[in-house]
């Protein structure tokens, strides 16, 4: 047995306390630790102590030989602890860092106040400080990264867990509004028929038949509306896949344009499309065209006087879709929380009173069909309103 590191050991055993206590001072000290101000001596500590006796085992030990399992059971431990504690990766280097410092300098202290000549031995210590170190802080980084990926592991399978039954319920509800739209549809069938009937019971009676076209075009918004959920269930159930062709988006847009021509005519507004023709792109065409139809038909619908416009364009990563209104605008008015958002993203973080009372209701559904289709598409939107000037929704969709 070397007696020279026999004596450094029982020294460094009888001063556990104050090398422990120098090691909290150092990490205290040390900014990426302030959390262990907030723990008692024992919980700083924990198995440091035997972890110790371990380091002080090592320095006798025959040549040759390599720290024992209980050495990999103590370190391993500490790494526990600090997991437990909150402690990062890096963190847990950190804290073994500073115990290193601790010791290297315990060991230095005492070869030059007692044994100053005794160069071998000095380093022979120090060498089997490093060994032992070395042993302690890949032992204790190993536990800590096991129950890190087990942390991470259950973790991922929570989210699965939530992910599914989030899945589950969205189908759920899917169904369960896609069966309560098909019975009221059949209901507003039902009194349609009536309305029919009524209709030509009422010939001749003006109030009657006033009263008539009054249900019909309530009964008419209320299908619409059914239609809308209808898609709408349809795109959070994933029920709705995208079907990519190559396809003529001006002849698309166009042709929708003319469809919605009557209904602008009857407003006294004018209807504009205008962009490149052709424009061949590779889409779904389906949802493209249901795309413009929401936001036309919500342009038509608020837009009392001037224009609307339909636009398309085609740049080097993008093309693009943008309808143009001369109506009431959204900002500041009571609209739906979608186009408030998309308009000023921080508006709802600050909420301002309307500045007046404009009716620009209703855009809520198809405006949140028309953002779930453009995710389903890749698509991005914006949208620009100025309060009495109109308002500008542009989609850019990704040249592929």
């Known amino acids: 047995m070397n007696q020279t590191l026999r004596d450094l050991a029982d020294h460094i055993q009888s001063r556990k306390g104050d090398l422990i206590d120098r090691w909290r001072r150092g990490c205290e000290a040390d900014g990426e630790l302030e959390l262990v101000s907030r723990f008692t001596r024992q919980q700083f500590r924990n198995n440091i102590p035997a972890a110790l006796d371990e380091f002080c085992d090592a320095l006798v030990a025959d040549a040759g030989a390599s720290p024992g399992d209980s050495v990999e059971h103590e370190v391993a431990r500490h790494g526990h602890h600090r997991w437990k504690q909150g402690f990062s990766l890096r963190q ?16 230095d202290r005492y070869f030059c106040e007692r044994l100053p000549e005794d160069a071998p031995n000095r380093s022979l210590a120090l060498e089997r400080l490093a060994a032992y170190m070395t042993e302690a802080a890949s032992g204790s980084v190993r536990r800590f990264d096991e129950l890190k990926r087990a942390q991470a592991a259950s973790l991922a399978e929570d989210l699965a867990d939530v992910r599914n039954e989030f899945e589950r319920l969205s189908q759920a509800r899917g169904h369960i509004l896609r069966e309560a739209a098909h019975d009221i549809r059949g209901g507003l069938s039902a009194v349609l028929a009536a309305s029919d009937v009524l209709k030509l019971s009422a010939e001749g009676n003006r109030s009657l038949s006033s009263a008539l076209d009054i249900m019909d075009r309530s009964i008419s918004s209320v299908s619409d509306m059914l239609e809308s959920l209808l898609d709408l269930s349809r795109l959070e159930a994933g029920a709705d896949r995208v079907e990519l062709s190559s396809v003529d988006v001006a002849e698309v847009l166009a042709e929708l344009a003319e469809q919605h021509r009557g209904t602008a005519t009857n ?12 424009m061949r792109v590779r889409t779904d065409p389906r949802k493209v065209r249901r795309i413009a139809q929401n936001l036309l038909v919500n342009a038509l619908q608020h837009t009392r006087r001037g224009e609307v416009r339909l636009l398309w364009s085609s740049g080097k990563e993008h093309w693009t879709i943008e309808v143009v209104d001369t109506g009431p605008g959204i900002q500041d008015v ?3 929380p979608v186009a408030r958002e998309l308009n000023d993203p921080d508006q709802s973080r600050s909420p301002r009173p309307p500045k007046k009372t404009l009716s620009y209701t209703g855009e809520g559904i198809g405006l949140t069909i028309v953002k779930r289709l453009c995710e389903v598409l890749d698509a991005g939107i914006s949208l ?12 850019q969709f990704p040249l592929i």
């Open 334 to 336: 009571a609209g739906s």
């Open 267 to 278: 407003k006294g507004v004018a209807l504009r499309c205008e962009g490149p023709k052709p």
């Open 92 to 107: 847990l280097i950190r804290d073994w860092g500073h115990l290193n410092q601790v010791l290297v300098s315990a060991v």
């Open 384 to 395: 620009e309103s100025e309060l009495g000037k109109g308002t500008t929704v542009r989609i």
